[in-house]
């Protein structure tokens, strides 16, 4: 009789890109995430935001990963959070879904899982750090284990770009289109290597 095998856990990764910049940086979060075995990275988005008020998003987006449920949050061991700048603060598509979660909130769907927070700008002090603090408040409120990058990781005093203590971040420029540097992509695979280890911790299993 064959043993059975034990199911990977699975991290959300949960971003909304407008340019494609915060989605490359959530697929090397989810690329930290598989580097460490056990662990498998579910890549979700969330609608745009419309001023429109009868406007509705396609059930299926367009490009990239599938819409976010509420279910992928009762699945998940752990969550890496990702959003674009907006004026120092993260994207209004993503916090029109937190604002959504309100039941999960108490019954502590979220509580005690690990999180991590990424972002992008278009300029380089274009509030990469207070919009990474301002996703960490709604996940602090519903009970999760947020972490950042430690400086053991020499990336963090070296680069003249992105990535932050308080999570993985891109200088993406004003058109979105710069490249991510070497240091950028070091932390964002760091993050999610981080995050999956925690999860497996916190789930005896490591």
Known sequence: MKPTQTPNLIILVLYYSRHGATRKLAELVAQGIESVPGLEARLRTVPAVSTVAEATAPDIPTEGAPYVELDDLRECAGLALGSPTRFGNMAAAVKYFLDGT???????????????????????????????????????????????????HPELMNTASGGSPYGASHWAGADGRRPLSDEERVLAIALGKRLATAALKLHGMH
Do not use: I, R
């Open 102 to 152: 309100a039941a999960d909130w108490v019954n502590g769907t979220l509580s005690g899982k690990p999180a991590v927070v990424f972002t992008s700008t278009g300029s380089l002090h274009g509030g990469q750090e207070s919009t990474l603090l301002s996703m960490m408040l709604p996940l602090l409120h519903h009970g999760m284990l947020v972490m950042g990058l430690p400086y053991t």
